[in-house]
């Protein structure tokens, strides 16, 4: 069964209209530790198949995925390049020079624009999504790392690792707005985009800075993990979801210990629960229609999926060699995995979802 046939019904269900934008980037402190949910055994998912192993650019990193023209966008971070795959075929139908070290990349399906977080080169490219070729390149700081979109505001928040900044660019202009001064060694960034919220992981106090996108301000800080890399939001339920990876190493090669994801209330900008997956969780994606929750590991070559109605791990899917980034496409039911040590994309078709979230 190849996912891409259920699109064209699941399209009817879902109105195209949702501007939603994808990005794509170790033990819990101790007054955390009772409330870890126990992580489950590998073995692959009920329902879920692994359909497809596409090969991809050296060291590919980070996915962005565009549900309207059911597209994925794979960073290479040691070609300086962009993979453009088709979900319908599978096959890489572009190749985009970008950066140097390019890592996350995040799409803005309101103006088909997908933006690339440049590390070395301290910079964020902008992509035309009709013409895959680079429109505008925008410095935004020493070690760009973790992109994202806000498609209602048409606002780009980019981290820099090396100067604890989170840039604002303005998506009409490609200019830098506004520079925000957070925690220590900021990494990944997530959109709520009905609040306006944005929040970074501060890898360095391990903790997550909540900003709000109105005024460009730090309002809250909310203690998560250890080494908390990446993080995602789930604008159907007001949930934030961190991935916390303890001891990686270098060259985020991946660490021994297990990891955990923390939860949190957008709010109360509180953690409600704190999640055992499996070691060096990197990669965070969430489907907002079933509340899954996707996380890479890439000590154990795993992908840990979890339920957001329950907080506790449902499966653990067997993948490539060091996954890194994964991003999920609500439309087809299907997550993509990059594999950083195989230089691949794995497919996965997520025929049996949870209960979708009525609202």
Known sequence: MRCHRLRTRQARIV??????AFV???AAPSSLASSISTNAAAQPAAGTDVTATIPAGES?????????????????EFRNTVSVISGRTNAVVATVPVGTQPLNVAVNQATNRIYVAN???????????????????????HGTSGVAVDPVTNTIYA???????????????????????????????????????????????NAVSVIDGRTNTVTATVPVGSEPTNVVADP??????VANSTGLGPGLQGGTEPG?????????????????????PFGIAVDERTRAVYVTNISDDTVSVISGRTNTVAATIPVGSKPRGVGVNTLTRTAYVSN????????????????PVRT
């Open 15 to 20: 109105a195209g209209t949702m501007l939603a």
């Open 24 to 26: 794509v980037f170790g």
């Open 60 to 76: 590919p990193v980070g996915v962005g995925v565009d549900e309207h023209t059911d597209t994925v966008y794979v960073t290479n």
């Open 119 to 141: 590390q070395a080169g301290g910079t964020v490219s902008v992509i035309s999504g009709r013409t895959n070729t680079v429109t505008a390149t925008v410095a935004s700081g």
């Open 159 to 205: 981290t820099s690792v090396a100067d604890d900044t989170v840039s604002v660019i303005d998506g009409r202009t490609n200019t830098v707005v506004a520079t925000i001064p957070v925690g220590r060694t900021p990494s990944g960034i997530a959109v709520m985009p009905q609040t306006g919220t944005v929040y970074a992981t501060d890898i360095g106090d």
């Open 236 to 241: 159907r339920t007001d949930t934030v979801y």
């Open 260 to 280: 955990t994801v923390s939860v949190i209330d957008g709010r109360t900008n509180t953690v409600t629960a704190t999640v055992g997956v499996g070691r060096s």
């Open 340 to 355: 950083f040590a195989s230089n691949t994309l794995t497919v996965l078709c997520i025929r049996q979802p949870e209960r």
